[in-house]
Structures are given as structure tokens and as C-alpha cells.
């Protein structure tokens, strides 16, 4: 969608879980702090579904601060005057990675042609990054829900890649209800007539089915509470009801405000290719179905942080996932926080969360 | 939609919360049991959002079994031997009853000319088709989910009609969460480009929209744990992945299924009407914002049931109404049942719940 000066062209072929390959491979990337010489102080941050590697700086489109600026920087707990952070667009993704909406072999693009990826292609493509940049092993892999899942990936796949492992508001694997709500926003996003099989780059895009498949979502990344304090009933800039279909209410006019505010920045068939990737997650599954054989041999300390009112990745997951270190001998601290951001929590000022990856990191 | 033996018009025009009025008023009505000749053994059950009045005889679209068959009908907790039941379709809804897709004053169908109506509207509806009927007083107004809220609203507005009052899986009031998921139904189906601003029933109907609206539905009426349960990760008809973006997993196939099959059945248009309703539902903010005050002078006594897995209209959305009752000095009782349904709970065979539905009916 954008040419990004931070970008590397892979010098292999990506072999994908599918059996697939995927070439040329171009991995768009943020670097925050400097490498030092011994590269031992590379920190990789994977990012969520609707994420992008502007971690820390503003992002391109949007023109907003990057989506973990409270966390990541000079003297944050993500501390960049001593860490080298690497943040880089998922493959699949639309924000310069190699994706759908990228050039296929043909010189269109993909559209619906490109292959299906899953969180372990994700994290590879990142592997293969971190090899072009040199940097052997990092001294921690962090990421939040789908972020989680691509540093539990890269944890398992990759042994002895990363010293520490930060997992946070995620799981080992997708939960049927999480399904559910992604099937919904893909078949909204395959409702929409713009939709055209994929093929829409050169006319409108799908915006309207995207825009509530994001409105579906972003009601998951919330907690009822959140929406009942934020919110309420309270009407959006009237006295009374309107007896109409307009946003009466101010959580409606959120929504929508989220719904159409996305689709100037993401691309539907992204959309739908990372969030089949996050079905099709299940470390156990890949691993005969028992959790704690992922993690033989991976060398990394853990810590992973649920948050009380995280409703899509919920503390049952993440203690799940802890059982599982345990049972593999890894190290691995957890904590669950309180805050009243649900899913989101991970992204926001959740009181404690500064402490607990600050004091991880180390 | 069709024409139906069970229909009478109303004699006069039917005031609504709008300050409307609507004429004529056709209440397509099912009638269960015999009304005794002092007409003192009526009871009406409110039906609810996708519900209609085919309470426990066949549904003449789909040919299944009457929605609450279990629980309505000869021997059943709700005796149709010793009472008369009867059951409306609400207006603004599509089995019959005055709404969106009835001939409007031009002889074309209302569409979006069709007046916003509320619960209130509803049950006013369904006590004017009870006078029509003969029926003073019933010995019970009983109802699930936006049924429940009729009951209240019946309760409230018409002091002295109803007996006793059993209210199942609802709340007084509907919560910022519920108006953001339903307010993602109206946005699927109004995004659906045959939708037409409501103006499609000489053409194609938004039967997409409709059905990503009714998924995202569904996923609400169940529990995490009863869609673990029931399809977990399992994949349908299938050994292995995809890796396309068929239904790969049972619950893909499911919520499809469940999409599709609502489209034969329901009008887009009675979908955004009786979400509105649903959503503009506030009894205390109606009475001075003190809930207890929609009850003075009720005269009925009170059951209200919640389901432990329902997050739909949760325990304490009950416990909050019991609260009110105990303040208005009504008689109440109170249960959460457990259930691994969720909000489909009172729908279904939830351990303990025709025991009290027998018991408080008496």
C-alpha cells in the first residue's frame, strides 16, 4: 500500500506451513535505538492483528503516536537509549509488508491468489529478518495477543533465539468463541459487492463490510464495564431519542467512528488473511496436543500477563499456557493485572503493567 | 410476509412512544388452550427479538417445532389444559403483526417510512389485542430476553392486568454492550447494498447483511464454555486445514448455518426496528431514572430467572431489577439457574427451570 524506507527484501524464498512458498518476500520494519556492536541488545516486538511496526513513532497514515509509545522509548520501560527495538509488519499485513495487496507473480496483485499464512509464518518471516540484519539471538521477544502468539511461536520454533519471552493478553491457542467473532468479520468483509472475490484494488474497496467487521471486533477488545463507564446510555450530542436510525447513543457513534476510521488505514483482505492465521493458532495441536512439548528446549525465561478483564484472551488461557512452561522446566513468572480496559489493557495505562515489563526486560 | 388464520385488526389506532400513531394494526396472534368462560385463565407470553408466535405449535416457515414447545403445552409447566395461552407477534416484527414489510398508507410496504417503535409500543400492542379478545387481567405475563422486557413494560404500564409477572433472562434496562452489538447488526445489514435505505421488497433483499448480523448475534447467545464444548477447535468434514477461507471449523459452519437459515425467516427491516426498540429500553430512566417507580401500584407479584452463563443480560442485570421490586414492596423471588447455554438458557433444557416455571405459575 506504500513504499517505506525501512524495508529489506528477504534473499530466499519463505517456505510457508501450507507448503507453499512465498518470494520475493519484503519485510517493512521500525528500528528504535541502536544496535550495539556485539548485537546482543535487539529487542523484537511482534504486533497484534490491526498493528504495524510503528511501535514508537507516528504512523504514516494516521498521523497518530505509534501504538506502544507509553512503553517503548527513551527511558520507558522498553528503555530504547539501551535496547535496539525491531517492530516488522507481519507478512499478510498492508502496511509495506508482503501481502495481499502486493504485487503477485502476475504484476497484480494478489488479492485472494496470495497464499494463506499462519502465526508461524509470521514469526519466520521475522526470523529471517532479524538473519538479514545479523542479529543471531535477541534479548527479548515480546508481543500482545497476536503478538503473544508470535513470540510463543518464535519461542518454539526458533530455540535459543530469544533469552527472555514477554507474553501479554494472548494465548496458546484461538478459542472457539474468538473464531466465531472473526468468521463474523470475514463474512462481512466477503458480504460487501466491492468485495469481488478479493480482486478490488483498482475500484472501491470493501470498506463497508470492513468497517463492521472492525465495529465486531473492537466490541471484544473492550470490557463491559469499560463500555458501561465510558459510555453508558448516554445519547451522542442530543436531548432526546431521535426515533430514527441515527447514532443516538454515544457508544454507537464510537463504533462507527471505529468502523470507517479503520478502513482508511487497513486492508480488508489483510484482514481476512491475519485473522485465519490467528484460527488456525494452536501450539498444542502442532505439538501432538500437548502444550509443553512446544517449549522443550527453548532456553528462554517467560513471563506472561493476563488482565482481569480481558474477556477474548482470558487469565484461564494464559495460566493454561503457564502450566504448560511449568510442565516443560522453563522459567516463567505470571501475573494478572487489574484494569478496567479489557483486551486492551495491554496497549493502555494499566496500573502495574510499566513495572512488570520494565522489571522483565531487565 | 403471509397471510395468517390468527390475526385480528385492532379497532382503533395505536398510540406509540414516538408520538405516532399507527393504523391500521393488524396482531397475528397463536392461541393455546382453551379460554375459560370468566376469561380468568389467560396468560400471554411475550416472544423474543427473532422470536414470534409460534410459542408450541409448528412454524410455518421452517416446519420446526414452536420455539418454547418444551415448555408450553398439555401437561408442560405452562399447562395448556388448565390455561389459555396466547402469544403475538410484536409490532414492527414480520410473522403477521403491523411492521416494516405491511402495506403503509401508499399501498407500498412502510420500509423505513414505518414509525420507530419501542417495548412500551409492543406491549401496549398486545393489551390492546387482549381487549379485543376479552381478556381484563391474565394470570400471567411472561417472558425471555426482550420478552422479559415486554413483561416488565405490560407490568408497569397496565397496573393490575397481570397476576403475576415471569421475567427470564432480561434486564431492566439495555446495557452499552447490547446496544454496541446490535448496533453492528444494523450496520451489516444497512451496508448490504440491497438493503436500498430499506426499499427491497420488489427486488433482491439484503439477506448478507442480515445474516453476518444474525452471526454476530449468535455468538451473544451462547457461553465461551458451551461453544468450547460444542465445537472447541474441531474442523468440519474435514482431516486437515484448508488453508483457504472455507469453513474450516465446525463453528464457522455452524454460525453459517445459523446466518443463512435466519434469512428465510426474518425482514431485515423488523431486524432494526426491534433492535432499536430492544436498545431504547430504559424502564427507570422512563420513571424519574428510580427503577422502582415503574412499579408502584403493580399489584402483580414477580419471578425473575437468570441463567449463570448468560453475559448477554447477566445475573446482576437481574439482580439489579429484584432490587427495584424489593423496593416497590412487590412481591419477588429470585433464581440464577445453571446452565452451559448462555443466554439461550431459558430456552433451552436448563436443570431446574420447568420446576420453576411450574411452580411460580401455580
Redesign the interface.
Known amino acids: 500500500m506504500q513504499d517505506l524506507a525501512n524495508a529489506l527484501t528477504l534473499p530466499d524464498p519463505l517456505p510457508l506451513?501450507?507448503g507453499?512458498q512465498l518470494s520475493p518476500v519484503t519485510m517493512a520494519y521500525q528500528q528504535y535505538g541502536a544496535l550495539a556492536e556485539d548485537r546482543s541488545n535487539a529487542i523484537v516486538i511482534f504486533h497484534a492483528l490491526t498493528g504495524d511496526q510503528y511501535v514508537a513513532s507516528e504512523h504514516p497514515v494516521t498521523g497518530k503516536p505509534g501504538w506502544w509509545d507509553r512503553m517503548v522509548g527513551a527511558g520507558k520501560p522498553v528503555d530504547t537509549d539501551r535496547f535496539c527495538v525491531i517492530c516488522a509488519n507481519v507478512i499478510g499485513g498492508c502496511m509495506g509488508s508482503t501481502g495481499p495487496a502486493s504485487d503477485g507473480p502476475g504484476g497484480k496483485p494478489y488479492g485472494?491468489s496470495f497464499?494463506?499464512v499462519t502465526v508461524h509464518d509470521m514469526a519466520r518471516g521475522i526470523a529471517r529478518l532479524l538473519d538479514a540484519l545479523g542479529i543471531a539471538k535477541v534479548h527479548a521477544a515480546i508481543g500482545g495477543s497476536m503478538g503473544g502468539m508470535q513470540a510463543l511461536a518464535f519461542a518454539s520454533d526458533f530455540p535459543g533465539r530469544a533469552e527472555r519471552v514477554l507474553v501479554l493478553a494472548s494465548a496458546a491457542?484461538?478459542?472457539?468463541?474468538n473464531?466465531?467473532?472473526h468468521?463474523?468479520g470475514?463474512?462481512?468483509i466477503?458480504?460487501?459487492?466491492n468485495w469481488n472475490g478479493g480482486d478490488y484494488y483498482d475500484g472501491a474497496h470493501p470498506d463497508?463490510?470492513l468497517?463492521?467487521a472492525r465495529?465486531?471486533a473492537h466490541?471484544t477488545y473492550?470490557s463491559?464495564a469499560g463500555?458501561?463507564e465510558?459510555?453508558?446510555?448516554r445519547l451522542h450530542e442530543r436531548d432526546t431519542?431521535s426515533?430514527?436510525?441515527e447514532?443516538?447513543?454515544q457508544?454507537?457513534s464510537y463504533?462507527?467512528y471505529q468502523?470507517s476510521g479503520f478502513t482508511q488505514r487497513f486492508d480488508a483482505n489483510s484482514y481476512?488473511y491475519i485473522t485465519?492465521a490467528i484460527?488456525?493458532f494452536?501450539l498444542a495441536?502442532e505439538h501432538g496436543g500437548r502444550l509443553a512439548d512446544a517449549f522443550a528446549g527453548t532456553g528462554a525465561r517467560f513471563c506472561v500477563v493476563s488482565f482481569d478483564t480481558d474477556?477474548l484472551y482470558t487469565t484461564a488461557e494464559s495460566q493454561h499456557l503457564v502450566r504448560a512452561l511449568n510442565a516443560a522446566g522453563a522459567p516463567v513468572s505470571f501475573v494478572e493485572l487489574s484494569s478496567p480496559y479489557g483486551h486492551d489493557g495491554f496497549l493502555l495505562d494499566t496500573p502495574g503493567l510499566d513495572e512488570v515489563v520494565r522489571g522483565f526486560v531487565g
Open positions: 506451513d501450507s507453499a485472494t497464499p494463506v491457542r484461538q478459542s472457539a468463541q473464531i466465531a467473532f468468521e463474523v470475514r463474512q462481512s466477503m458480504a460487501d459487492a463497508a463490510g468497517a463492521v465495529m465486531a466490541i473492550l463491559e463500555l458501561t465510558k459510555f453508558g446510555r431519542k426515533f430514527g436510525f447514532a443516538d447513543f457508544v454507537e463504533l462507527r468502523g481476512l485465519r484460527d488456525y494452536d495441536e474477556w
